[in-house]
């Protein structure tokens, strides 16, 4: 192999993997999200308007803190952005089992929401570096797919997964 093909094969699979990374983080955010009132109720007897306030802020913060990092995300290293995003959603879903607190749950879930943030607007800076012009159109469209697959197919897995215990969307949004 000659060194052309194998950046062109390094490529390709960064993209896969990338892109396969974009899937699971959609299907553990996907199969956590739908349940995060149930979750709240049952876990610390939340009252709907109060969790309904407490995950509307989570979400802002992520989108926040996505519009301050799209600023910044050219001008840094993106793998590593990438990991450290993939390292706070693990362990932010990770956590949320695991404490007794609600403030941390929400706080953990804003966290998750801008490692997410994080994670989508780098890897879309990455494909638009890395790319070719022909290439971007179709890995962009297939990514979005990803995206509608992800949310499509976390929810049903979340539903199946809480039926047998509350804490197992979590777990398993950790282990994606």
């Not at 050219?74 to 590593?80: A, G, L, N, S, V």
């Not at 929401?113 to 790319?131: H, I, Q």
């Not at 969307?169 to 950790?174: Q, S, T």
């Amino acid at each position: 192999m000659t060194g052309k093909e194998i950046m062109i094969t390094t490529l390709r699979r960064s993209t896969i993997a990338l892109l396969a990374s974009s899937l699971l983080l959609t299907i553990g955010r996907g199969a956590t999200l739908p349940f995060m009132t149930i979750y709240l109720t049952r876990r610390f007897q939340l009252e709907v308007d109060v969790i309904g306030y407490a995950l509307s802020l989570a979400l802002v913060v992520g989108v926040l803190f996505s519009m301050g990092f799209g600023i910044l995300a050219d001008r840094f290293d993106k793998k590593r952005y990438m990991v450290w995003s993939v390292l706070v959603f693990i362990l932010g879903f990770s956590a949320i089992p695991l404490v007794n607190n609600a403030l941390l749950v929400v706080i953990f879930f804003a966290l998750i929401n801008c490692a997410y943030s994080v994670f989508s607007t780098v890897l879309k800076a990455w494909f638009a570096d890395r790319l070719t012009a022909e290439k971007k159109a179709r890995i962009f469209s297939l990514n979005y797919t990803i995206l509608n697959i992800g949310w499509t197919v976390g929810p049903p897995i979340g539903t199946l997964l809480v039926m047998h215990s509350i804490n197992l969307p979590f777990w398993l949004a950790a282990a994606c």
